[in-house]
Protein backbone atom coordinates (compact mmCIF):
# COMPACT_ATOMS: atom_id res chain seq x y z
CA UNK A 1 0.00 0.00 0.00
CA UNK A 2 1.28 3.45 -0.72
CA UNK A 3 2.15 5.94 1.70
CA UNK A 4 2.10 8.98 -0.37
CA UNK A 5 0.74 11.61 1.34
CA UNK A 6 -2.59 13.02 -0.61
CA UNK A 7 -2.64 16.19 -1.93
CA UNK A 8 -4.90 18.91 -2.98
CA UNK A 9 -5.55 20.16 -6.33
CA UNK A 10 -3.74 22.70 -7.27
CA UNK A 11 -5.54 26.05 -7.18
CA UNK A 12 -6.35 27.33 -10.41
CA UNK A 13 -4.10 30.46 -11.70
CA UNK A 14 -5.63 33.44 -11.66
CA UNK A 15 -6.06 35.10 -14.86
CA UNK A 16 -4.27 38.09 -15.56
CA UNK A 17 -5.77 41.59 -15.67
CA UNK A 18 -5.97 41.83 -19.20
CA UNK A 19 -7.40 38.36 -19.94
CA UNK A 20 -10.63 37.90 -20.92
CA UNK A 21 -13.20 35.94 -19.18
CA UNK A 22 -13.92 32.35 -20.06
CA UNK A 23 -17.27 32.56 -21.68
CA UNK A 24 -20.13 30.30 -19.78
CA UNK A 25 -20.80 27.01 -20.79
CA UNK A 26 -24.59 27.56 -21.61
CA UNK A 27 -23.58 30.17 -23.95
CA UNK A 28 -21.03 28.57 -25.85
CA UNK A 29 -23.24 25.60 -25.98
CA UNK A 30 -26.17 27.82 -26.76
CA UNK A 31 -24.31 28.97 -29.91
CA UNK A 32 -25.45 25.71 -32.28
CA UNK A 33 -28.62 25.69 -31.61
CA UNK A 34 -29.16 29.48 -32.62
CA UNK A 35 -27.50 28.59 -36.19
CA UNK A 36 -30.01 25.58 -36.66
CA UNK A 37 -32.61 27.79 -36.32
CA UNK A 38 -31.30 30.24 -38.36
CA UNK A 39 -30.69 27.63 -40.78
CA UNK A 40 -34.42 26.30 -40.37
CA UNK A 41 -35.75 29.61 -40.72
CA UNK A 42 -34.00 30.17 -44.06
CA UNK A 43 -34.95 26.70 -45.51
CA UNK A 44 -38.46 27.86 -46.78
CA UNK A 45 -37.86 31.25 -48.77
CA UNK A 46 -34.59 28.95 -50.12
CA UNK A 47 -37.14 26.42 -51.06
CA UNK A 48 -39.85 28.69 -52.53
CA UNK A 49 -37.16 30.54 -54.77
CA UNK A 50 -35.99 26.97 -55.79
CA UNK A 51 -39.41 25.86 -56.83
CA UNK A 52 -40.79 28.84 -58.40
CA UNK A 53 -37.76 30.93 -60.13
CA UNK A 54 -34.60 28.62 -60.26
CA UNK A 55 -36.13 25.41 -61.20
CA UNK A 56 -38.39 27.00 -64.38
CA UNK A 57 -35.06 28.67 -65.45
CA UNK A 58 -33.05 25.42 -65.05
CA UNK A 59 -36.22 24.10 -67.58
CA UNK A 60 -35.52 27.35 -69.83
CA UNK A 61 -31.62 26.80 -70.24
CA UNK A 62 -32.25 22.84 -70.85
CA UNK A 63 -34.55 23.21 -73.22
CA UNK A 64 -32.27 25.95 -75.19
CA UNK A 65 -29.94 23.04 -75.95
CA UNK A 66 -32.83 20.52 -77.01
CA UNK A 67 -33.58 21.20 -80.69
CA UNK A 68 -36.75 19.75 -82.07
CA UNK A 69 -34.45 17.23 -84.16
CA UNK A 70 -33.77 15.81 -80.42
CA UNK A 71 -30.74 15.36 -78.38
CA UNK A 72 -28.78 18.08 -76.91
CA UNK A 73 -27.28 20.04 -78.72
CA UNK A 74 -25.78 24.12 -78.93
CA UNK A 75 -28.05 24.45 -82.90
CA UNK A 76 -30.25 26.72 -81.17
CA UNK A 77 -27.48 28.97 -80.26
CA UNK A 78 -26.16 28.76 -83.61
CA UNK A 79 -29.54 29.38 -85.53
CA UNK A 80 -30.58 31.85 -83.47
CA UNK A 81 -27.50 34.40 -83.75
CA UNK A 82 -27.27 33.82 -87.55
CA UNK A 83 -31.33 35.04 -87.75
CA UNK A 84 -31.39 38.56 -89.02
CA UNK A 85 -34.63 38.85 -86.42
CA UNK A 86 -32.28 38.07 -83.21
CA UNK A 87 -29.60 40.89 -84.85
CA UNK A 88 -32.11 43.38 -85.44
CA UNK A 89 -34.14 42.86 -81.88
CA UNK A 90 -30.93 42.75 -80.13
CA UNK A 91 -30.07 46.02 -81.40
CA UNK A 92 -33.71 47.66 -81.20
CA UNK A 93 -32.94 46.56 -77.67
CA UNK A 94 -29.85 48.20 -76.87
CA UNK A 95 -31.17 51.47 -78.55
CA UNK A 96 -34.47 51.53 -77.01
CA UNK A 97 -32.75 50.97 -73.53
CA UNK A 98 -29.91 53.36 -73.89
CA UNK A 99 -31.67 56.15 -75.20
CA UNK A 100 -34.59 55.83 -72.99
CA UNK A 101 -32.33 55.99 -69.68
CA UNK A 102 -30.59 59.30 -71.43
CA UNK A 103 -33.92 60.85 -71.66
CA UNK A 104 -34.99 59.77 -68.20
CA UNK A 105 -31.75 61.03 -66.33
CA UNK A 106 -32.38 64.25 -68.10
CA UNK A 107 -35.77 65.00 -67.37
CA UNK A 108 -35.51 63.24 -63.91
CA UNK A 109 -32.42 65.45 -63.35
CA UNK A 110 -34.72 68.65 -64.27
CA UNK A 111 -38.13 67.87 -62.36
CA UNK A 112 -36.32 66.68 -59.14
CA UNK A 113 -34.23 70.09 -58.73
CA UNK A 114 -37.55 71.58 -59.65
CA UNK A 115 -39.39 69.67 -57.29
CA UNK A 116 -36.55 69.94 -53.93
CA UNK A 117 -35.15 73.68 -54.80
CA UNK A 118 -37.71 75.54 -56.12
CA UNK A 119 -40.67 76.70 -53.63
CA UNK A 120 -44.11 76.15 -55.19
CA UNK A 121 -47.23 75.31 -53.34
CA UNK A 122 -47.83 71.41 -53.45
CA UNK A 123 -44.12 70.34 -53.87
CA UNK A 124 -44.76 67.61 -51.17
CA UNK A 125 -47.67 66.28 -52.87
CA UNK A 126 -45.94 65.51 -55.79
CA UNK A 127 -42.67 64.23 -54.10
CA UNK A 128 -45.20 61.79 -52.34
CA UNK A 129 -47.17 60.90 -56.08
CA UNK A 130 -43.92 59.81 -57.50
CA UNK A 131 -43.70 57.41 -54.53
CA UNK A 132 -47.06 56.10 -56.12
CA UNK A 133 -46.51 56.37 -59.40
CA UNK A 134 -43.52 53.78 -59.32
CA UNK A 135 -46.45 51.33 -58.53
CA UNK A 136 -48.10 51.69 -61.75
CA UNK A 137 -48.18 49.18 -64.48
CA UNK A 138 -46.63 50.45 -67.42
CA UNK A 139 -49.56 49.68 -69.58
CA UNK A 140 -51.51 51.74 -67.56
CA UNK A 141 -49.44 54.81 -69.23
CA UNK A 142 -48.81 53.22 -72.43
CA UNK A 143 -53.16 53.49 -72.52
CA UNK A 144 -53.20 56.87 -71.20
CA UNK A 145 -50.85 57.99 -74.12
CA UNK A 146 -52.84 56.17 -76.56
CA UNK A 147 -56.20 57.69 -75.50
CA UNK A 148 -54.54 61.42 -75.58
CA UNK A 149 -52.08 60.81 -78.86
CA UNK A 150 -53.57 57.18 -80.42
CA UNK A 151 -54.98 57.53 -83.95
CA UNK A 152 -58.72 57.98 -82.25
CA UNK A 153 -57.27 59.76 -79.27
CA UNK A 154 -58.42 63.30 -77.77
CA UNK A 155 -55.25 65.07 -79.93
CA UNK A 156 -56.61 63.78 -83.40
CA UNK A 157 -60.48 64.10 -82.79
CA UNK A 158 -59.69 67.90 -81.53
CA UNK A 159 -57.40 68.14 -84.69
CA UNK A 160 -60.28 66.78 -87.13
CA UNK A 161 -62.33 69.20 -84.91
CA UNK A 162 -60.84 72.24 -85.61
CA UNK A 163 -59.68 71.59 -88.95
CA UNK A 164 -61.81 69.47 -90.95
CA UNK A 165 -59.22 66.88 -92.14
CA UNK A 166 -60.86 63.15 -92.37
CA UNK A 167 -57.36 62.16 -90.03
CA UNK A 168 -55.08 63.58 -87.19
CA UNK A 169 -51.73 64.02 -87.45
CA UNK A 170 -50.67 62.25 -84.35
CA UNK A 171 -49.26 58.67 -85.30
CA UNK A 172 -46.24 58.64 -83.79
CA UNK A 173 -46.87 56.40 -81.16
CA UNK A 174 -46.74 53.14 -83.52
CA UNK A 175 -43.10 54.15 -84.31
CA UNK A 176 -40.43 53.27 -82.12
CA UNK A 177 -40.41 56.66 -81.32
CA UNK A 178 -43.86 56.25 -79.52
CA UNK A 179 -42.23 53.34 -77.75
CA UNK A 180 -39.49 55.72 -76.63
CA UNK A 181 -42.02 58.55 -75.36
CA UNK A 182 -43.81 56.03 -73.47
CA UNK A 183 -41.11 54.25 -71.46
CA UNK A 184 -39.34 58.01 -70.73
CA UNK A 185 -42.88 59.01 -69.66
CA UNK A 186 -43.24 55.61 -67.74
CA UNK A 187 -39.44 55.27 -65.99
CA UNK A 188 -38.38 58.93 -65.08
CA UNK A 189 -40.38 58.49 -61.26
CA UNK A 190 -37.11 55.88 -61.09
CA UNK A 191 -34.55 58.38 -61.55
CA UNK A 192 -36.35 61.00 -59.34
CA UNK A 193 -36.75 58.66 -56.48
CA UNK A 194 -33.11 58.23 -55.72
CA UNK A 195 -32.55 62.01 -56.72
CA UNK A 196 -34.65 63.10 -54.16
CA UNK A 197 -33.44 61.24 -51.50
CA UNK A 198 -30.00 62.71 -51.93
CA UNK A 199 -31.00 66.24 -52.75
CA UNK A 200 -32.33 65.97 -49.14
CA UNK A 201 -29.11 65.33 -47.61
CA UNK A 202 -27.11 67.90 -49.46
CA UNK A 203 -25.81 70.59 -46.91
CA UNK A 204 -27.87 73.75 -47.97
CA UNK A 205 -25.05 76.04 -46.67
CA UNK A 206 -23.08 74.81 -49.09
CA UNK A 207 -25.54 76.16 -51.87
CA UNK A 208 -26.18 79.80 -49.79
CA UNK A 209 -22.33 80.07 -49.26
CA UNK A 210 -22.21 79.91 -53.58
CA UNK A 211 -24.93 82.18 -53.64
CA UNK A 212 -23.46 84.90 -51.73
CA UNK A 213 -20.29 84.48 -53.71
CA UNK A 214 -22.14 85.95 -56.60
CA UNK A 215 -22.65 81.97 -58.62
CA UNK A 216 -25.72 81.67 -60.81
CA UNK A 217 -27.95 78.84 -60.71
CA UNK A 218 -26.79 77.22 -63.37
CA UNK A 219 -23.32 77.11 -62.05
CA UNK A 220 -24.81 75.83 -58.81
CA UNK A 221 -26.34 73.05 -59.85
CA UNK A 222 -23.12 72.55 -62.39
CA UNK A 223 -20.22 72.55 -59.62
CA UNK A 224 -22.50 72.32 -56.51
CA UNK A 225 -25.38 70.08 -57.05
CA UNK A 226 -24.58 67.78 -59.75
CA UNK A 227 -21.15 66.30 -58.38
CA UNK A 228 -23.61 65.07 -55.21
CA UNK A 229 -26.47 63.86 -57.47
CA UNK A 230 -23.87 61.78 -59.65
CA UNK A 231 -24.13 58.53 -57.28
CA UNK A 232 -27.68 58.79 -57.37
CA UNK A 233 -27.95 59.50 -61.27
CA UNK A 234 -26.08 56.26 -61.51
CA UNK A 235 -28.41 53.97 -59.53
CA UNK A 236 -31.26 55.44 -60.81
CA UNK A 237 -30.06 55.23 -64.28
CA UNK A 238 -28.72 51.62 -64.17
CA UNK A 239 -32.60 50.62 -63.04
CA UNK A 240 -33.57 52.27 -65.36
CA UNK A 241 -31.34 50.68 -67.95
CA UNK A 242 -32.19 46.78 -66.84
CA UNK A 243 -36.36 47.87 -67.04
CA UNK A 244 -35.99 48.88 -70.53
CA UNK A 245 -34.13 46.30 -71.32
CA UNK A 246 -36.73 44.05 -70.18
CA UNK A 247 -39.82 45.82 -70.63
CA UNK A 248 -42.39 43.69 -72.79
CA UNK A 249 -45.76 45.37 -71.61
CA UNK A 250 -45.01 49.13 -73.44
CA UNK A 251 -44.03 47.83 -77.07
CA UNK A 252 -47.06 45.18 -76.48
CA UNK A 253 -49.52 48.01 -76.11
CA UNK A 254 -48.43 50.74 -78.37
CA UNK A 255 -48.03 48.39 -81.18
CA UNK A 256 -45.69 49.93 -82.48
CA UNK A 257 -44.59 48.49 -86.32
CA UNK A 258 -41.54 47.30 -86.68
CA UNK A 259 -40.38 47.72 -83.34
CA UNK A 260 -39.25 43.98 -81.99
CA UNK A 261 -37.71 44.14 -79.01
CA UNK A 262 -35.81 40.34 -77.14
CA UNK A 263 -39.02 40.29 -74.50
CA UNK A 264 -40.80 40.82 -78.02
CA UNK A 265 -39.16 37.73 -79.74
CA UNK A 266 -39.43 35.54 -77.21
CA UNK A 267 -42.97 36.26 -77.24
CA UNK A 268 -43.57 35.47 -81.06
CA UNK A 269 -41.01 32.47 -81.11
CA UNK A 270 -42.70 30.75 -78.38
CA UNK A 271 -46.47 32.03 -79.20
CA UNK A 272 -46.65 32.87 -82.71
CA UNK A 273 -44.14 30.17 -84.45
CA UNK A 274 -43.81 28.16 -81.71
CA UNK A 275 -40.46 27.47 -81.89
CA UNK A 276 -39.67 27.26 -78.07
CA UNK A 277 -35.59 26.21 -78.00
CA UNK A 278 -35.30 29.30 -80.06
CA UNK A 279 -37.13 31.38 -77.63
CA UNK A 280 -35.44 29.71 -74.66
CA UNK A 281 -31.90 30.59 -76.37
CA UNK A 282 -33.35 34.57 -76.59
CA UNK A 283 -34.69 34.47 -73.13
CA UNK A 284 -31.10 32.97 -71.49
CA UNK A 285 -29.83 35.69 -73.27
CA UNK A 286 -31.96 38.34 -72.26
CA UNK A 287 -31.80 36.95 -68.95
CA UNK A 288 -27.68 37.25 -68.99
CA UNK A 289 -27.93 40.56 -69.82
CA UNK A 290 -30.30 41.88 -67.22
CA UNK A 291 -28.52 39.84 -64.87
CA UNK A 292 -24.69 41.44 -65.59
CA UNK A 293 -26.47 44.74 -65.41
CA UNK A 294 -28.34 43.92 -61.96
CA UNK A 295 -24.76 43.12 -60.58
CA UNK A 296 -23.87 46.38 -62.13
CA UNK A 297 -26.76 48.54 -60.89
CA UNK A 298 -25.97 46.91 -57.23
CA UNK A 299 -22.53 48.15 -57.50
CA UNK A 300 -24.07 51.71 -58.13
CA UNK A 301 -26.58 52.30 -55.29
CA UNK A 302 -24.20 51.03 -52.95
CA UNK A 303 -21.49 53.42 -53.74
CA UNK A 304 -24.73 55.64 -53.67
CA UNK A 305 -25.89 54.61 -50.66
CA UNK A 306 -29.60 54.02 -51.77
Known sequence: MSTEPLTAPA????????AAPAPPAAVRGGAAPRTARRLLWALPPVALLAVFFLYPLALVVRQSFQ????GTSVQPYADVFASDAFREALWTTVWLALASTAGCLVLGFVLALVI???PFPGAKGVAKFIDVFLSFPSFL???ALLFVYGRTGLANGLWTQVTGSADGPFEFL???????LAEITYFTPFVMRPLLAAFTQLDTAQLEAAGSLGARAPRIVRQVILPEALPALGAGGSLVLVLC????????FTGAKGVTTLPMLVYSKAILESDYPGACVV???NVLISVGLYGLYRVVSRRAGA
Request: glycine letters at 14%.
Open 141 to 143: ITL
Open 245 to 252: LNEFGIVL
Open 174 to 180: TTPWGVL
Open 116 to 118: AFV
Open 11 to 18: PARAAGPG
Open 67 to 70: PDAG
Open 283 to 285: AVV
